[in-house]
């Protein structure tokens, strides 16, 4: 820490030295000509002969993350977003004040350069500087070890270091956004119309999870933030509108581990006059086609193992899939003390006071979804654990429901929508109760969205899709704070 204080002291001391120099310590504009990646894809291959005979000018920016000084040279990297290249800083060439100006730059200043594209003596591609232009003074050194930095700690709560360490990170964040830009692209294609519905909401619903709560001076009420935009959305296909989508931010009260975050991004979207069975279709072309534009392939590795998209993914029933896994009997699916059997053979801790459904979630959870690893659509649900989904016509304990499970983890959940307000009034209600019963993850009672449904809301689809889950995917990330700028973290200590 004295360390860092006296480098920081002795950078204070440059601010006054620049100034009495006439130089801005924090510069104005700059107009930037060149990135350094355009430049070295362009350039970078040509020969030290074919440079000097062409002479190519550029004008560049970026921070210093490399300084080598030898008496009236010096050599400086500069880092430009994820690109990096070479600046040659001479006396002969700059002139005395500029050289100056050199003699006083320190690792993380940011500096625009002007000049020739040339190779060293040892061939390495550089701009062999004529102007230096001082944009802003670095008061703060570069922490230690900062080149590939690797403290976890250090990278998720100072993303800035990570960013300017770590110049791979940069790529994880621009596939993010090509993802998103594919996914807005795709839906809008297929008709479905961009909307937004509220952060804040009086009732959280859509999603069985606690909601953190606010409250809201003017109005004297508690509110609540969003845990999902669903019955929002459905109020818009109630209201005539025949394709909706929201890319959107959820936030749920609940832990953090490499799979959550309380604040997370999804896509949610619906659809009229559709069915689940729609749903499969577009999620397999959907992601397919993103795979192919942003990874340029449909085959890629995740941590270890190679997922494959080529369709047509499987299609495997919930109740067959945890009779097959664990080869059980079909009696467990009728039986709450079968069920309880088959969780203590297979090792599984359940809550003796669990319903029967409950019961075979957990070991559904504990086996099945651990097998999950190329894609997988897991589909009709039983009704308790879904109850915003309509009942199959040809069993109504099960619904039209599916989870889309890649790498063992659930990626996506969609459903035919229950459209029947009266079903939909019954469903909440026993939900109530198990809130009562000390379920604070259970869903609230929506007079206003039972309204809505009272009006007519023709047959639907809707799906949610976890962004930053299908990021990790397509960017072979193990943990969701990988691919989220600014993950949640405890307080500093």
């Not at 230096?132 to 900062?146: C, I, M």
């Not at 952060?199 to 953190?212: H, L, S, V």
């Not at 995740?302 to 080869?327: K, T």
């Not at 809301?457 to 899709?465: D, K, L, Y």
Request: hydrophobic letters at 40%; one cysteine or more.
């Amino acid at each position: 820490m004295d360390d860092l204080n006296d480098q920081r002291i002795q950078r204070l001391k440059k601010l006054d030295t620049l100034r009495a120099m006439g130089i801005s310590p924090h510069g104005t504009r700059f107009e930037v000509k060149d990135r350094a990646g355009d430049l070295l894809r362009l350039h970078g291959h040509k020969s030290k002969e074919v440079l000097e005979q062409e002479k190519i000018p550029c004008t560049i920016a970026g921070r210093i993350v490399g300084l080598r000084r030898f008496g009236k040279a010096a050599f400086a990297v500069l880092q430009d977003g994820s690109d990096r290249l070479q600046v040659y800083l001479k006396k002969d060439l700059l002139g005395e004040q500029q050289h100056k100006l050199a003699e006083e730059l320190d690792l993380g200043d940011w500096i625009g350069v002007t000049g020739i594209l040339f190779r060293t003596k040892t061939n390495e591609f550089t701009v062999e500087a004529r102007q230096l232009t001082f944009l802003s003074k670095a008061l703060r050194p570069l922490p230690e070890k900062w080149h590939g930095l690797t403290d976890v700690e250090t990278r998720y709560r100072q993303r800035y270091v990570d960013l300017i360490a770590n110049p791979e990170v940069h790529e994880i964040f621009r596939t993010r956004s090509r993802i998103i830009a594919g996914i807005r692209r795709y839906l809008t294609d297929k008709g479905f119309l961009e909307v937004e519905t509220p952060m804040m909401q009086p009732i959280p619903g859509g999603a069985t999870a606690r909601p953190f709560t606010t409250h809201h001076n003017a109005l004297g009420i508690d509110l609540y933030l969003r845990i999902a935009p669903e019955l929002y959305l459905k109020r818009l296909i109630v209201g005539g509108f025949p394709r909706v989508f929201e890319i959107n931010r959820n936030f749920r009260n609940e832990g953090i581990s490499t799979i959550h975050n309380p604040e997370f991004t999804m896509l949610e979207f619906y659809q009229a006059y559709a069915d689940y069975n729609d749903l499969i279709e577009l999620t397999e072309d959907m992601l397919t086609q993103l795979a192919q534009e942003v990874l340029g392939k449909t085959t890629f590795e995740y941590q270890g193992q190679m997922i494959s998209f080529e369709r047509p993914w499987r299609r495997w029933s919930y109740f067959q899939a945890l009779l097959e896994v664990n080869r059980l009997d079909a009696a467990v699916l009728k039986d709450r003390d079968a069920a309880l059997d088959a969780a203590k053979r297979l090792r599984i801790e359940v809550d003796p006071k669990a319903g029967h459904v409950q019961i075979l979630n957990t070991i559904f959870e504990e086996t099945v979804e651990p097998q999950l690893v190329q894609p997988t659509f897991i589909t009709d649900f039983p009704t308790e654990l879904s109850p915003l989904a309509r009942r199959k016509d040809s069993d109504p304990t099960l619904t039209d429901r599916f989870e889309l499970y890649i790498a063992t983890r659930e990626i996506a959940n969609a459903f035919s929508e229950l459209n029947d307000p009266l079903d939909q009034r019954r469903r909440f209600e026993a939900q109530a109760a198990q809130r009562e019963a000390g379920d604070e993850e259970a869903h609230y009672l929506d007079e206003d969205f039972l309204r809505a449904l009272e009006y007519g809301m023709p047959p639907t689809a809707g799906e949610g899709i976890g962004i930053d889950r299908l990021v990790m995917l397509f960017t072979n990330q193990a943990s969701i704070r990988d691919v989220i700028l600014f993950p949640q973290l405890r307080p500093e200590k």
